[in-house]
């Protein structure tokens, strides 16, 4: 088979973009710094344009909340949803970046991170934070809901140039040969689909603009984390049937769907559930 640049980009990157002295600083690490501050200039920037009365250490203190708590959350949520029983018998490789064996302790950084754990205790951070801040609410969750998509692009870009999180085979034209698939080699290759081009387009950029218009209309004004929810869910549970599942899971869970899928199944009714919860309570206010 005969491959085009494009089934070749997979290898045109390396996941390390530099050495600081025996230490690897690896691209994923530095995209999410990139999502962070995408997401906090954006936020600043529509807070401004709507007058929403936000200062700078208000919105400073606050995004450090958030961090803290995606970070914490999606170490863990990986750790929980997808690799409990390994980290159960080694509880020290969870959050310390370092192994040990025989001939002693190496650096190996922190590898797992699960969306779906950032979403969780990041949502009960930025509660905290906001309360903390004296902020409101309400407000301040519709808006970082709406600029998250926005940071999510920078992960899977960087989870592209990684490698890692590919797609299933596949003989179209689409697919890409990526090194980390372990599968085949240059001389009879096995094509995958870009699964994380894939997520970063939709459950990135695609749903930001769904969110920034539908909050045009005066009755969704306030509701974009139910539609964030909703939204997310539906892009990425589609986007699984193209993206390989984790190999110690496969699609063993209800209805034979993948770990992600699950947790996406879950987000699209609690944000169902959240939108007519807060119809309800808007009816019931009109009409006491």
Known sequence: MELS????IPTYFDGTAFQLGSFPVRWYGIMYIFAFVTAYITMWKISQKEKLGY????LDNFFTWIIAGILLGARLGYVFFYKASYYLSNPSEILFPMVHDDLGYHFVGISGMSYHGGLVVGLLFMYIGAKRNKLDIWKTFNLAFLVT???????RWGNFINGELFGEATTSAIGMWFPLAHDSTLANPILHHPSQLYEMVFEGIVLFIVLYNLRKIPKLH???PCLYLMGYGLFRFFIEFFRKPDAHLGRVDLFGMSRGQ????????AGLVWMIYLFYKEKKANNP
């Open 5 to 8: 640049w494009w089934n070749l």
């Open 149 to 155: 998509p926005l940071a999510y692009t920078w992960g």
């Open 55 to 58: 200062t700078k250490d208000q």
């Open 262 to 269: 699950t947790l996406c199944s879950a987000m699209i009714i």
């Open 222 to 224: 306030d509701k974009v």
